[in-house]
């Protein structure tokens, strides 16, 4: 096992939600990450956020963990759930909040009515 495939695995384990990104949580590095981690921060998700852009080895190993070409990633209680345009329609269609709510992942259901309100 290399070290990124160790580290990533160690990561997705030890956190409820984490989100593999460009950037951080505070300051995304692209629009993909940053409206993915608009969901969860609005949504109050506590989330781990991992920038991708701190670590070639971590950027590309976490293509491959995946066996998906792009990021962000979203982990959910060490499970892969998607990119920015699943979490997208997840969001919408509130499949993200029964993930959320199957997996014992505390989030704001007011807060995320209003993203489908604001997007009807």
């Known amino acids: 096992m290399t070290d990124a495939k ?3 695995e ?20 692209c629009g993909f990450s ?4 608009g969901v969860l921060n609005y949504m109050a998700i506590d989330f781990k956020d991992v920038n991708v852009l701190e670590d070639e080895n ?3 190993g976490i ?5 998906w070409p792009t990021i962000p990633q979203l982990y959910v209680k060490g499970e892969f759930v998607g990119g920015c ?8 269609s509130g499949e993200l909040d029964q993930l959320f709510a199957e997996n014992g ?5 007011e807060a995320a009515e209003k993203i489908r309100q604001a997007n009807a």
């Open 85 to 92: 345009d699943i979490i997208t329609e997840m969001t919408l």
């Open 105 to 109: 992942v505390a989030y704001d259901k």
């Open 10 to 29: 160690e990561t997705v384990k030890a956190n409820d939600v984490v989100l593999y990104m460009k950037g951080d949580k505070a300051m995304p590095q």
């Open 58 to 60: 971590i950027r590309q």
């Open 63 to 67: 293509k491959d963990y995946s066996d």
């Open 34 to 37: 940053s409206r993915v981690a």
């Open 6 to 8: 160790q580290k990533i």
